[in-house]
């Protein structure tokens, strides 16, 4: 790529700054949420009247792409001359300067991982070192020089809110990050840090019950963390769930991204770019759609159907010729039924529609060909016919309530820095105890 191509495709991401078209996941995502047509009742106010000015703790937990990872190189190998070998600590997800031509490259390099069949888990590649950044700092403003887009603001906005109402970090606010690469199946300390830090939260707040706010793949991270309590434990420390565009059964991005390669809606990058690297990712083999969440097929040619079982997904990624490693992750993350278990806790679903959502890669002539993404209502991201699956088999599951608000307009990422949606998150918090 020269230096006009450079200069061109700043200036169009410029533009694209501009029109506001900018948008997490949902390139399509123009519209707002609608108005609630009741009034807002403030945090303050409830505080002032029910219980003081004491405030629950609140546990935060991201979703995909959502949480800053550092990297250390050190007598890194890279095929490239022009990447560096070696590198002290330095901010890569997100730093819009690794993205930049040649040197996105080098990206793709060192943030990709390497499985290893006999403990089925993916490490740093040799000479590579990478780490999430904790605490608020590592989910708001993914890029600190980017911060003006919303989408990269990410939960500024929401604690920025939050904290205006007292909530202080290490008190009562404590957002965990954790490296959304890998899978949530392998991610068992974090699982451990999740109830070491609500048991503690508790604790220093005489006691009182914890809420746990998640957004997308902190959803599954969730669901599956509750599937691990004890009742007891969970009626004892959980006050509410708050999950935010919940991607329940798969996304289509998995797919796409495993093929294609996905930007994640940032506009200088194209998916090519960055497809090696994202076929390393064991949390894109988690997100392909499964049934029964999904029923139709996800891709399709003039001869053939692939539906959204094992069996036919690793049909595709034989007949797409994917390596060993692919089908082994595939294997490791086929949903064994406990993502879609009820939590058992009171469960306050925030949900996008609304959007043109991917459902189906319809090939013209033959797989890897030209190609149609069909289209379905969603978030942009998650079909609503499948997200709202939970909203439906939930409360049949369990006695705690399960209420799903569902946002007109709403993308994948607005569930998190919307107004309107974080002042239903704040009346929530300040109703349920
Ligand atoms: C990673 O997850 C897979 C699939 O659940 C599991 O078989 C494997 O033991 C895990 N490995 C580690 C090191 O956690």
């Known amino acids: 790529?020269?230096?006009?191509?450079?200069?061109?495709?700043?200036?169009?991401?410029?533009?694209?700054?501009?029109?506001?078209?900018?948008?997490?996941?949902?390139?399509?995502?123009?519209?707002?949420?609608?108005?609630?047509?009741?009034?807002l009742i403030t945090l303050a106010s409830i505080n002032s009247n029910n219980k003081g000015m004491q405030l629950d703790p609140i546990i935060i937990l991201p979703g995909l792409g959502g949480s800053r990872i550092e990297a250390k190189l050190e007598n890194f190998d890279s095929n490239h001359w022009f990447c560096k070998e070696n590198k002290d600590w330095f901010s890569t997800w997100l730093n819009i300067e690794v993205l930049v031509p040649e040197i996105i490259e080098c990206f793709n390099e060192y943030f990709s991982f390497e499985y290893d069949p006999e403990t089925r888990y993916s490490y740093d590649k040799k000479g590579a070192s990478t780490r999430p950044i904790t605490g608020s700092k590592g989910l708001e403003n993914l890029d600190p020089t980017l911060s003006f887009i919303e989408a990269i603001a990410y939960f500024a906005k929401m604690l920025e809110k939050l904290r205006t109402f007292g909530y202080?970090?290490?008190?009562?606010?404590?957002?965990?990050?954790?490296?959304?690469?890998?899978?949530?199946?392998?991610?068992?300390?974090?699982?451990?840090?999740?109830?070491?830090?609500?048991?503690?939260?508790?604790?220093?707040?005489?006691?009182?019950?914890?809420?746990?706010?998640?957004?997308?793949?902190?959803?599954?991270?969730?669901?599956?963390?509750?599937?691990?309590?004890?009742?007891?434990?969970?009626?004892?420390?959980?006050?509410?769930?708050i999950p935010l565009s919940p991607p329940m059964g798969g996304v289509m991005d998995s797919l796409i991204g495993l093929f294609y390669g996905i930007n994640f809606g940032i506009p200088i990058v194209t998916g090519s770019e960055v497809l090696s690297m994202e076929r390393t990712f064991p949390s894109l083999y988690f997100f392909v759609p499964h049934s029964p969440y999904w029923t139709k097929p996800v891709v399709t040619t003039p001869t053939k159907e692939y539906y959204p079982t094992l069996q036919d997904i690793h049909q595709l990624l034989s007949d797409l010729d994917f390596p060993q490693s692919s089908h082994d992750m595939?294997?490791?993350?086929?949903?064994?039924?406990?993502?879609?278990?009820?939590?058992?806790?009171?469960?306050?679903?925030?949900?996008?529609?609304?959007?043109?959502?991917?459902?189906?890669?319809?090939?013209s002539d033959h797989l890897g060909g030209d190609y149609n993404i069909i289209q379905a209502d969603g978030d942009g991201c998650t079909p609503s016919e499948v997200m709202t699956i939970a909203c439906e088999e939930w409360p049949k599951q369990q006695t705690q309530t399960v209420e799903c608000f569902i946002w007109g307009g709403a993308g994948h990422g607005d569930t998190v820095s919307d107004d309107v949606i974080i002042e239903e998150v704040i009346r929530i918090l300040a109703t349920h105890s």
């Open 1 to 39: 790529m020269n230096f006009f191509e450079t200069i061109s495709k700043i200036l169009f991401f410029l533009l694209f700054l501009q029109f506001g078209v900018f948008s997490f996941l949902s390139p399509d995502n123009e519209k707002k949420p609608k108005e609630k047509d009741q009034d």
């Open 168 to 241: 202080q970090e290490g008190k009562t606010l404590f957002p965990i990050t954790y490296d959304w690469r890998l899978s949530p199946r392998n991610l068992t300390e974090l699982f451990e840090l999740v109830k070491y830090t609500i048991e503690y939260a508790s604790e220093i707040n005489s006691g009182s019950k914890v809420h746990l706010i998640s957004h997308s793949m902190g959803c599954f991270i969730s669901t599956l963390f509750f599937a691990q309590q004890t009742q007891e434990w969970k009626d004892r420390y959980i006050a509410t769930w």
């Open 330 to 363: 595939l294997d490791d993350n086929w949903d064994d039924g406990s993502v879609l278990t009820a939590p058992g806790v009171p469960t306050f679903f925030q949900i996008g529609s609304g959007l043109n959502t991917p459902i189906q890669i319809q090939y």
